[in-house]
C-alpha cells in the first residue's frame, strides 16, 4: 500500500521521508475553524478526518485499491484554550505571551482511510511541551521571522523555537506535526504492507 499525505506540511513530508515511507502528496483545502467547545483530541482528530475524506472523494480513491490516505491535524491547547495557526503578528505575540512561562499540550489527530472500501482509522497523540519564561525581545524578534504563521501555537519546535524549550513528556515528532510512534504502531496492528523506500536506495 502506498500513502497519500492529504497536506503540503513540508514538516509532515519530511517525517515520512526520514520514516522510510514512499508517498504522494495530493492535498485538499478545508475549512480550519476551530470550535473552541470541543477538546483538543476532538478538534484535531475531526480537522484530519476532515482532510483525508476530502482527498478521498476528490481523488475518487472510492474507485481505487492499494493506497492509505494520511489526514492529519495539529493544535496546541494552553488549558482551556486551544490555539491554531496565528494569523496575525500581533496574534503570534499574543499565543507566545500565552506560552512563556509554563506547559501546554499539543495534540495531533491522524487519519487513514482505505482506498476501495472507505474503512476509516482516526488515533490522537499527545505531547507536553514546557516554555521557558519568554522575553519581549525575544518574542518579538520570533515573530519577525517567518517561521510562527503556518503552525500550530505559532511556533515550530523543530526551528529556532526550539531553545524556548525546557522540558518535553512524549513524542517529539508529534510536536513536529505527526506522531511517527503511534502511526508505525497502528500500521502494525491493521498488518498493512506499506510502501517503503529500500535500505540504501537515494
Known sequence: ????????????????TQAGFEFRVQSVKVSEIIEQNL????????LATQKAEACFEAYNYKNL????????????????QILGKPETKEEAVHFLDLLSGRSHQVIT??????????????HWDETLVQFKKLSQEEIQS????????DKAGGYGIQGTAQNFVTG???????????????M???????????DRIPVGKP
Not at 492509505?68 to 495539529?74: E, H, K, Q, V, W
Not at 489527530?109 to 482516526?122: D, T
Not at 520570533?142 to 504563521?149: A, C, K, L, R, W
Request: hydrophobic share 40%; aromatic share 6%; net charge negative.
Open 142 to 149: 520570533y515573530v519577525n521571522s517567518d517561521e510562527p504563521y
Open 1 to 16: 500500500m502506498k500513502i497519500v499525505l492529504a497536506s503540503q506540511s513540508p514538516r509532515r513530508r519530511e517525517l515520512l
Open 168 to 182: 518535553i513528556q512524549g513524542s517529539w515528532t508529534n510536536v513536529v506535526g505527526l506522531p511517527m510512534e503511534k
Open 65 to 80: 485499491q492499494g493506497f492509505l490516505i494520511l489526514g492529519a491535524d495539529t493544535v496546541v491547547a494552553v488549558g482551556d
Open 184 to 194: 508505525e504502531e497502528v500500521i502494525r496492528e491493521e498488518a498493512w504492507d506499506v
Open 39 to 46: 477538546n483538543p483530541a476532538r478538534v484535531a482528530s475531526h
Open 109 to 122: 489527530g491522524f487519519c487513514l482511510i482505505e482506498s476501495g472500501s472507505g474503512q476509516k482509522h482516526v
